[in-house]
């Protein structure tokens, strides 16, 4: 089974930046779509970046120009650097794997980021 912990969580005022981390274990990593998901307060899980083991590449509609997505298939940990934070950004995020970008089979238990105005 492929095991994900994330790090990173926090509290940030808006403008600032947070990264977080996701450390993948229990299959061959570089085999795996890799992804960030959140989830924030009365809303549904939205996709934030993911990467293919091919290296495409996809952020959702929030996310594109203020964050980025990288993988290190060495060490098996998939990151996620935020910049420009908003408090619409709140929420979740959880580290995700599987097949596809949309089709994720595995999930971290998530990390909290919370943004002040």
């Known amino acids: 089974q492929v095991q994900l912990v994330e790090t990173g969580g926090g509290l940030v005022q808006a403008g600032g930046s947070l990264r977080l981390s996701c450390a993948a274990s229990?299959?061959?990593?570089?085999?795996?779509?890799m992804g960030w998901f959140r989830q924030a307060p009365g809303k549904e899980r939205e996709l934030v970046a993911a990467?293919?083991?091919?290296?495409?590449?996809s952020y959702g509609y929030s996310a594109k120009g203020r964050f980025t997505i990288s993988r290190d298939n060495d060490k098996n940990t998939v990151n996620l650097q935020m910049n420009s934070l908003k408090p619409e950004d709140t929420g979740v995020y959880y580290c995700?794997?599987?097949?596809?970008?949309?089709?994720?089979?595995?999930w971290g238990k998530g990390t909290l980021v919370t943004v002040s105005s």
């Open positions: 990467m293919t083991s091919g290296g495409t590449i």
């Open positions: 995700a794997a599987g097949i596809a970008t949309m089709r994720m089979n595995y």
């Open positions: 229990g299959r061959t990593f570089s085999s795996y779509a």
